[in-house]
């Protein structure tokens, strides 16, 4: 018997919601201190065009679209009577903002610094282009969301939840362990508390929010151990960094930033696609933990919020995290976005996250994504028939060759024409390595969802559908949307590659042809129907 709707109005805030709100803001806080770390001190942008320009309208991004889906929150459970649903929770994507930084800001940064601006103008340049790679970004997203609904009824669960899946075991789980083992003694121990408290549900003495307990006991250690010179690698105090409000007006400074965009719409694009992509996963995982919210409301949200940070001065796109389970799981229903949006908006606008950015260490942020990630990822098999678990499984391949193609693709691991030289160096077993991880990388989250859903018209009977998958999958990899043979991911014509990279994007291309061929064929045999559970 379904339950109908309560005459009371949901809370506005539950013990969970303190979980929930340091988990998302020490999400938020951790990708802009990555930001930071890399434009000010890789690429040398000043940092009070960083900290009093980008971070205010990357902040107000935050902020409009937190707010928006804890209206949507209190909405589905007003409708439903219930009183455990949980917002879809909001933030800075960790894949595009480190994309954003490393592959377009800084090297823009460079470009300007190289055709004779001063460091400042240069600047102010990178931060227009920017902002008018954010209204691009906004404007494509927001052309995209209305196709979300569709996607979630085309597509099987399997498919959804394997490809994030895969994304959060490598990207949220992997990644963020390394940064937790550089300083092991504070890492394993707020880790080691979060596992306690979250997956193992321990206790504690006080009636503490334990993601607030793991977070404090990290940080006093931290700087304990580091002030008392007991072996915390790399401790430094930071320097302090002065209050500055500023305020996220909208600027038409990005029109002037428009033109510089044309040569990063390759890679502008597919982020945008990616984020297009990841929201109808997310929707999908929070159907799967029980809140249904339409897809197309929780895309257009996201790409809304993108768009107005972009006309405020921001330079980071925002996008529905993948962990809505996992803040369930917290206790956290619809406070702990509210409040998130109210800190990260107002603290941007008021320069309180320049300085806070500054004395959060990684050692102590890294284990809280961990954490998430792991949740995740026993999501993608919890929430899909067993029968489709080979299929979850296949999906999280490609995530781990975008693992690698992140940490090879380094200049700091690989020069750039090592990196050149090892791509090219084909011998006598086929392509060589590194071009076949970048390849694969590249499009993970869109080769992972096809590669799924093959696998399951497979395991359902439905090879001609397998088939069709694949053929979609060719015409995809010829321009680049998946298995890019640009090493920076991004799309082109076919026609226009250069002879080696061409005759890579043709060998991928071709042999899902040939499968999709060899299935055909197979079809054609009198269909044995498939077991279900």
Same mark, same amino acid.
């Given at each position: 018997?379904?339950?109908?709707?309560?005459?009371?109005?949901?809370?506005?805030?539950?013990?969970?919601?303190?979980?929930?709100?340091?988990?998302?803001?020490?999400?938020?806080?951790?990708?802009?201190?990555?930001?930071?770390?890399?434009?000010?001190?890789?690429?040398?942008?000043?940092?009070?065009?960083?900290?009093?320009?980008?971070?205010?309208?990357?902040?107000?991004?935050?902020?409009?679209?937190?707010?928006?889906?804890?209206?949507?929150?209190? @909405?589905?459970?007003?409708?439903?009577?219930?009183?455990?649903?949980?917002?879809?929770?909001?933030?800075?994507?960790?894949?595009?903002?480190?994309?954003?930084?490393?592959?377009?800001? &800084?090297?823009?940064?460079? =470009?300007?610094?190289?055709?004779?601006?001063?460091?400042?103008?240069?600047?102010?340049?990178?931060?227009?282009?920017?902002?008018?790679?954010?209204? !691009?970004?906004?404007?494509?997203?927001?052309?995209?969301?209305?196709?979300?609904?569709?996607?979630?009824?085309?597509?099987?669960?399997?498919?959804?939840? +394997?490809?994030?899946?895969?994304?959060?075991?490598?990207?949220? &789980?992997?990644?963020?362990?390394?940064?937790?083992?550089?300083?092991?003694?504070?890492? #394993?121990?707020? #880790?080691?508390?979060?596992?306690?408290?979250?997956?193992?549900?321990? @206790?504690?003495?006080?009636?503490?929010?334990?993601?607030?307990?793991?977070?404090?006991?990290?940080?006093?250690?931290?700087?304990?151990?580091?002030?008392?010179?007991? +072996?915390?690698?790399?401790?430094?105090?930071?320097?302090?960094?002065?209050?500055?409000?500023?305020?996220?007006?909208?600027?038409? &400074?990005?029109?002037?930033?428009?033109?510089?965009?044309?040569?990063?719409?390759?890679?502008?694009?597919?982020?945008?696609?990616?984020?297009?992509?990841?929201?109808?996963?997310?929707?999908?995982?929070?159907?799967?933990?029980?809140?249904?919210?339409?897809?197309?409301?929780?895309?257009?949200?996201?790409?809304?919020?993108?768009?107005? =940070?972009?006309?405020?001065?921001?330079?980071?796109?925002?996008?529905?995290?993948?962990?809505?389970?996992?803040?369930?799981?917290?206790?956290?229903?619809?406070?702990?976005?509210? #409040?998130?949006?109210?800190?990260?908006?107002?603290?941007?606008?008021?320069?309180?996250?320049?300085?806070?950015?500054?004395?959060?260490?990684?050692?102590?942020?890294?284990?809280?994504?961990?954490?998430?990630?792991?949740?995740?990822? #026993?999501?993608?098999?919890?929430?899909?028939?067993?029968?489709?678990?080979?299929?979850?499984?296949?999906?999280?391949?490609?995530?781990?060759?975008?693992?690698?193609?992140?940490?090879?693709?380094?200049?700091?691991?690989?020069?750039?024409?090592?990196?050149?030289?090892?791509?090219?160096?084909?011998?006598?077993?086929?392509?060589?390595?590194?071009?076949?991880?970048?390849?694969?990388?590249?499009?993970?989250?869109?080769?992972?969802?096809?590669?799924?859903?093959?696998?399951?018209?497979?395991?359902?009977?439905?090879? @001609?559908?397998?088939?069709?998958?694949?053929?979609?999958?060719?015409?995809?990899?010829?321009? +680049?949307?998946?298995?890019?043979?640009?090493?920076?991911?991004? !799309?082109?014509?076919?026609?226009?590659?250069?002879?080696?990279?061409?005759?890579?994007?043709?060998?991928?291309?071709?042999?899902?042809?040939?499968?999709?061929?060899?299935? +055909?064929?197979?079809?054609?045999?009198?269909?044995?129907?498939?077991?279900?559970?």
């Amino acid at each position: 018997m379904s339950q109908s709707p309560t005459r009371n109005p949901p809370r506005w805030f539950v013990a969970g919601d303190i979980n929930g709100f340091f988990g998302l803001v020490i999400d938020n806080l951790s990708i802009l201190g990555f930001i930071a770390m890399a434009l000010v001190g890789i690429f040398g942008v000043p940092a009070d065009v960083v900290f009093q320009r980008m971070f205010p309208g990357t902040a107000l991004g935050v902020l409009l679209g937190n707010l928006a889906y804890t209206w949507m929150g209190r @909405r589905l459970a007003a409708k439903t009577g219930r009183d455990d649903v949980t917002a879809m929770p909001l933030g800075l994507d960790a894949p595009t903002s480190i994309g954003m930084a490393l592959l377009v800001l &800084g090297p823009a940064f460079l =470009a300007f610094r190289a055709e004779g601006l001063d460091e400042r103008a240069a600047g102010i340049a990178t931060w227009q282009l920017g902002m008018a790679a954010l209204v !691009v970004m906004g404007l494509f997203k927001t052309a995209l969301s209305f196709a979300g609904d569709w996607v979630t009824r085309v597509l099987p669960r399997a498919a959804l939840l +394997g490809s994030i899946g895969g994304a959060a075991l490598a990207l949220l &789980g992997f990644l963020p362990l390394i940064e937790t083992l550089r300083n092991p003694v504070v890492g #394993l121990v707020t #880790l080691g508390l979060l596992l306690y408290l979250l997956v193992g549900k321990g @206790r504690l003495p006080l009636r503490i929010p334990g993601v607030l307990f793991a977070f404090l006991v990290g940080v006093t250690l931290y700087y304990g151990l580091g002030l008392a010179g007991l +072996g915390v690698p790399g401790f430094a105090l930071p320097e302090a960094v002065p209050l500055a409000p500023s305020l996220p007006w909208p600027d038409l &400074g990005f029109l002037d930033g428009l033109a510089a965009t044309v040569p990063y719409l390759p890679l502008l694009l597919p982020f945008g696609l990616l984020m297009v992509v990841g929201g109808i996963n997310v929707s999908e995982s929070a159907r799967a933990a029980g809140d249904d919210y339409r897809t197309r409301d929780v895309l257009l949200v996201e790409a809304l919020a993108t768009l107005a =940070a972009g006309i405020c001065g921001g330079v980071a796109q925002t996008t529905p995290y993948i962990g809505q389970p996992a803040y369930k799981h917290m206790g956290a229903r619809t406070g702990y976005t509210l #409040l998130t949006g109210l800190f990260v908006g107002i603290g941007g606008a008021l320069g309180i996250l320049a300085g806070l950015v500054q004395w959060l260490p990684l050692a102590v942020l890294a284990p809280i994504i961990v954490y998430v990630g792991i949740d995740i990822t #026993l999501q993608a098999f919890h929430e899909t028939p067993r029968r489709h678990a080979a299929a979850v499984a296949l999906a999280f391949l490609p995530s781990l060759a975008y693992l690698l193609t992140i940490k090879v693709g380094n200049p700091a691991w690989i020069a750039p024409e090592r990196f050149a030289e090892l791509y090219a160096d084909i011998g006598r077993h086929g392509l060589p390595d590194l071009a076949a991880i970048v390849t694969l990388g590249n499009g993970f989250i869109i080769t992972a969802m096809l590669w799924a859903t093959a696998v399951v018209f497979l395991v359902d009977g439905r090879v @001609r559908g397998a088939a069709g998958v694949l053929l979609v999958a060719a015409a995809l990899t010829l321009f +680049g949307v998946i298995h890019s043979v640009d090493p920076r991911g991004g !799309v082109y014509l076919p026609w226009s590659l250069e002879s080696l990279r061409q005759a890579i994007c043709f060998q991928f291309a071709g042999a899902y042809v040939a499968l999709a061929v060899v299935l +055909g064929l197979l079809s054609l045999q009198r269909q044995v129907p498939p077991v279900t559970e």
